[in-house]
């Protein structure tokens, strides 16, 4: 089991560590990368995100959320609903590396009326968009795609179509995560949506 408490990334509390000690607790995975950059800390193969594809302004991509991996759990992002926590993702994400030549207003639409997320039973948060500025996981560089919503069940499929809103520098790389999908549901697609205002 991950722990999701941003505490335990944002501060160590009044406990006094030594500096070995503390580079020990920032690093779960020993994998080199910090807790708090590290886009999954419990597992040392993952660090950085990594983009199965580009996304530019005016773009449409469909794809489903099944076909890609589970390699990030945890967010490094707070949690929209309870900001002593951190965010958990659905179970199979993939990830697309935006950019722009020049700098923009941008906002990016997941259609996700068939996109399958937890089952209703699970205590987690129902995430499915999270914009990442730069490939590495801090706290204060992600975005939350709203509105959310945790009373999808078999039985209430319907309109969703969260957004994320950012403004991207030119040539800066924002990392989009689609995330979600149930083993015992099926296909999961969703369509992505670029905009971009100048
Ligand atoms: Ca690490
Ligand atoms: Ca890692």
Redesign the pocket.
């Given at each position: 089991m991950v722990s999701r408490a941003v505490g335990a990334l944002l501060a160590g509390g009044c406990l006094w560590v030594g500096p070995g000690e503390l580079e020990d607790r920032l690093?779960?995975?020993?994998?080199?990368?910090?807790?708090t950059v590290?886009c999954n800390?419990t597992l040392?193969s993952v660090?950085a995100l990594e983009a199965i594809a580009d996304l530019a302004c005016g773009d449409s991509i469909s794809a489903d959320v099944m076909d890609g991996e589970d390699t990030i759990r945890v967010a490094n992002c707070v949690s929209p609903y309870d900001h002593e926590d951190l965010l958990v993702l659905g179970l199979y994400e993939q990830v697309y590396r935006f950019s722009s030549e020049v700098a923009a207003d941008v906002e990016i639409e997941l259609l996700a009326d068939d996109l399958w997320l937890l089952p209703p039973d699970a205590e987690d948060d129902a995430i499915a968009l999270v914009a990442n500025r730069g490939a590495q996981c801090e706290v204060d560089a992600c975005e939350i795609g709203l509105p959310a919503t945790d009373a999808r069940s078999p039985d209430a499929r319907g309109e969703w179509r969260p957004s994320v809103q950012f403004h991207a520098e030119a040539a800066e790389g924002w990392y989009v995560v689609v995330s979600g999908g149930r083993r015992d549901a099926g296909p999961s697609p969703y369509t992505l949506d670029v905009r971009c205002a100048e």
């Open positions: 690093d779960l995975d020993a994998d080199q990368v910090p807790g590290d800390d040392p660090g």
